[in-house]
């Protein structure tokens, strides 16, 4: 991956990498990428097409990316033109229950906001997660659902980078009508 990456970022172009999932389900897409999570962190975005079943001519694309919020699309596949077309954004049914998302949520609501390193963050919420569930599977987890995560859970989520980690950083958004963004006045300024 990472030398498909090097020539793709070398002469600026897309490599597109068609890839199996495993066959064992799971509630984020991005987890049914089969292999090993260097696959899905040296890339750019991903994209994982799923359907019910073999035959069915419905299917979801779940996107990701770097630079991007996390995107689904339902598809139908075209007997006629033998193309995928679009049918609208979002699963039908709403989203299964996420217990790191929920885990996430709750430490936020405690503490409003928050900073630090993926290792640090798994060590919070162990209780909550998989005891196998590693620093660099959390490290990526909030980056597939940013868009969920702000959606669903009223967390803002993003990352920046020091001279030796990435840092994550996680904020209650409010639901006041402000964001914790936005300019207060100075009480002087004001008459």
């Known amino acids: 991956m990472t030398a ?3 020539i793709a970022d070398a002469f600026n172009i897309t490599v597109l990498l068609v890839h199996h999932t495993r066959k064992e389900e799971s509630g984020d897409a991005f987890n049914m990428i089969s292999g090993t999570t260097g696959l899905l962190g040296c890339a750019d975005g991903a994209l994982v097409l799923q359907k019910p079943s073999r035959l069915s001519p419905e299917a979801t694309l779940d996107v990701t990316g770097r630079e991007m919020a996390d995107l689904q699309l339902r598809l139908r596949f ?9 049918v609208g954004y979002g699963k039908d049914e709403p989203s299964p229950r996420d217990r790191f998302l929920e885990a996430v ?23 909550y997660l998989d005891p196998d569930t590693k620093p660099n599977i959390l490290a990526r987890r909030p ?20 001279m030796d980690a990435r840092i994550i950083c996680l ?13 207060i006045l100075d009480a002087d300024a004001a008459p």
Do not use: I, M, P
């Open 4 to 6: 498909l990456k090097n």
């Open 78 to 86: 075209n007997e006629q033109t033998k193309h995928w077309d679009f």
């Open 105 to 127: 949520q709750a430490f936020l609501a405690e503490r409003h906001e928050w900073q630090g390193t993926a290792s640090e963050l798994l060590e919070l919420l162990r209780d």
């Open 143 to 162: 980056n597939a659902s940013a868009s969920r995560l702000e959606q669903n859970y009223g967390v803002d989520y993003r990352t920046s980078r020091s």
């Open 171 to 183: 904020s209650e958004l409010r639901h006041d009508g402000y964001d914790d963004h936005d300019d």
